[in-house]
């Protein structure tokens, strides 16, 4: 990947790049971007599909070769974000599992058979009682006829 | 960087998250495992070059970062055993008896009231609601800590409920543990008999040598730092002579304990707060950062600090502490073994304020003079600030699953789960760390809170590198894994059964 063409606005205090989403998917940016929010403010723009206009514009005063370096870390935070989000992606179904199998063997006897208790309450759900199961409609049409019998 | 991520081999790399420290990578995973990489390996690792038979892959393997050779019973255990805190209800039960207090505190988060405003104080009647209600909550372990405004301006109501209590819980038999959280000044020898006999274990604020002391905690007209210590130094004697005499028998007592809350006029003295708590006979000190809540959050520019401030306290302090340690003497600070005690076991302290989500709700209450229940006691605090957000009900109205249910706690508890927060998901300290959703409304006035502009965020996280860069130092690893041990061991003993 190459290294973005930058424009820099000593006045503004301020560094825009532009970013090939291809390249750079958008949560990967915004990672990158909320690492430095404590230094810059971030402003970005463009379209998600296609390419995304990254300003980084100083807090405190920096001056042309600050600026360059500040886009230099961000491309880096980039690049570490690629990077945690791939892996993260590629083992979710694992930790996932983890996490399942641990909250639930974990959780206290009683709290296991009031949940059961309350899966046994609802077979309930068969009367239905808030019409979910009701073709809308049906609901509304029924609505309808009884609004229309009150104005009569 | 050596790594490339469009290389990374997914059938080996399992998941981790990860932050530069020096010249090596730190690796951490859901369980609390951890690893360092240099570069070289970090970008073998991460492309499935790394020898199976180097140390490294070796390490790898057994902490479970490698792919298809976890295994699957320990990581579950281990995870388990980390977030087992989380199911029990709350334990800690904050009763706040009076808001009256003789101190001033130039730091004071407890909103409290002049000496003569007894309106101010618990009634019996509530008193007897707030325990009824804490016993209706389903953890068998239940501490009840006394604070206040300063509890013993509220004598009665403190012995009320200790006798109440314990009467209660011959038919409950919860693991009940009683504590104090006192300024001693007023104490005398009839009510540390009665704190003795009946197990109540007594901490009080200690900020440092005398001038430090009463800088921090004035008591108008008289001299702070003699007040407290004097009834510290009975309080200590009486505790060694238990000791001594072997009286405890298969009952715990608790050493008495102490706090210090480091102000802008601590941090040109860490040795000499630390040689404070020496000259005591305390075994451990904790040197808590202040925090931006009541008077200290509208003084802050008087008494507050940068975050970096702090930190340089902080490591000057621990590096003495470790050269304690190191000629023979055990002593300890307490957010470094908390901290330890988390990377290096596989078992959890329980600290609420470093749980994800935090304890607010789940993990403790508190109850105001008048009955309010409130998240936690900082929850408390920010109701006389005017924002009533975190008050859960009241004793007299509402039942535990009502308050456990309220729309307040859940948002608690989602605004202080780590991995759902933005800045703390990727973060390396993620398995160790924890926010407190009411920090961040004191300082943006949001619970969700922009980690990199936070000042407990920078604090923590400095912490943990400074502990990490710690760890790969052997003779501090040595110290810090007793620290670690130490801390397990307590968090257990905290619930021993007390006698009826």
């Not at chain 2, 970008?43 to 393997?61: D, P, Q, R, T």
């Not at chain 2, 919860?174 to 006999?197: A, G, I």
Request: aromatic residues 12%.
């Amino acid at each position: 990947m190459q290294n973005p063409k930058s424009k820099i606005n000593i006045k503004e205090n301020q560094i825009v790049f532009r970013l090939n989403s291809k390249n750079y998917p958008l949560e990967a940016i915004l990672n990158a971007a909320y690492v430095f929010i404590d230094r810059v403010y971030v402003h970005l723009d463009g379209d998600p599909e296609k390419e995304i206009l990254i300003s980084l514009k100083g807090k405190e005063r920096l001056d042309k070769k600050q600026l360059e370096a500040l886009k230099g870390e961000f491309l880096n935070e980039l690049l570490n974000y690629l990077l945690r989000i791939e892996v993260a992606k590629n083992n979710q179904k694992i930790r996932e599992y983890i996490v399942a199998a641990s909250l639930v063997s974990s959780l206290p006897s009683n709290v296991i058979a009031q949940s059961s208790r309350s899966e046994e309450e609802t077979v309930d759900w068969r009367e239905d009682p808030l019409e979910i199961a009701v073709p809308w409609e049906e609901k509304h049409a029924k609505k309808a006829k009884e609004k229309q019998k009150k104005n009569k | 960087m050596k790594f490339n991520p469009d290389k990374i081999d997914h059938s080996t790399v399992g998941f981790f998250r990860y932050r530069k420290l020096g010249k090596e990578y730190l690796l951490t995973n859901d369980a609390g495992e951890y690893a360092f990489l240099d570069e070289n390996n970090f970008g073998k690792f991460i492309e499935g070059k790394i020898s199976s038979k180097s140390a490294s892959y070796k390490e790898l393997a057994k902490k479970n970062f490698i792919r298809d050779k976890i295994n699957f019973d320990k990581y579950i255990e281990k995870y388990q055993k980390k977030h087992q805190n989380l199911f029990g209800g709350p334990s800690l039960h904050i009763v706040v008896v009076t808001l009256r207090c003789n101190y001033s505190c130039v730091y004071c988060q407890a909103s409290a009231k002049g000496v003569t405003s007894s309106q101010f104080d618990m009634s019996l009647g509530t008193a007897k609601q707030v325990v009824d209600f804490i016993f209706s909550t389903p953890n068998n372990n239940v501490a009840i800590e006394f604070q206040g405004g300063e509890p013993l301006l509220n004598w009665p109501i403190v012995k009320f409920i200790v006798e109440y209590a314990k009467e209660k819980n011959k038919i409950e038999k919860k693991s009940l543990e009683l504590r104090l959280v006192s300024n001693f000044s007023l104490m005398d020898k009839e009510k540390l008999r009665f704190f003795f006999r009946n197990h109540v274990a007594l901490c009080t604020s200690l900020d440092g040598p005398e001038a430090i002391h009463n800088r921090n905690r004035p008591l108008p007209r008289k001299n702070s730092y003699e007040e407290t210590t004097k009834w510290l130094k009975q309080a200590m004697d009486e505790y060694r002579r238990i000791e001594r005499k072997k009286i405890r028998g298969k009952y715990y007592f608790f050493q008495p304990g102490a706090l210090v809350t480091v102000s802008r006029f601590s941090l040109e003295h860490p040795k000499e707060i630390v040689d404070e708590y020496l000259k005591w006979g305390f075994d451990t000190i904790f040197l808590r950062p202040l925090s931006p809540l009541g008077t200290a959050g509208k003084a802050w520019s008087k008494m507050g600090y940068k975050p970096q401030e702090y930190l340089d306290f902080y490591k000057k302090a621990l590096d003495y502490i470790l050269e304690i340690n190191q000629s023979g003497k055990r002593f300890y600070e307490r957010t470094a073994s908390i901290v330890v005690s988390k990377i290096l076991t596989d078992d959890d302290p329980n600290y609420l304020e470093l749980r994800s989500p935090c304890g607010a709700g789940i993990g403790q209450l508190a109850y105001d003079f008048n009955g309010d229940i409130y998240t936690c006691d900082e929850g408390r605090m920010m109701g006389y600030s005017g924002q009533e957000m975190f008050r859960l009900g009241t004793v007299a109205q509402n039942v535990y699953s009502e308050i456990i249910d309220s729309p307040a706690l859940k948002s608690m508890c989602v605004a202080s789960e780590t991995s759902c927060q933005a800045g703390c998901s990727h973060c390396v300290y993620q398995p160790y760390c924890g926010i407190c959703p009411i920090h961040n409304f004191a300082e943006t006035g949001n619970v969700f809170c922009q980690q990199p502009n936070s000042l407990r965020c920078i604090i923590n996280k400095s912490i943990f590198d400074l502990i990490f860069s710690y760890l790969k130092d052997k003779k501090k690893k040595k110290i810090l894994e007793k620290w670690a041990k130490k801390e397990i061991e307590c968090s257990k003993k905290n619930y021993q059964k007390i006698p009826d």
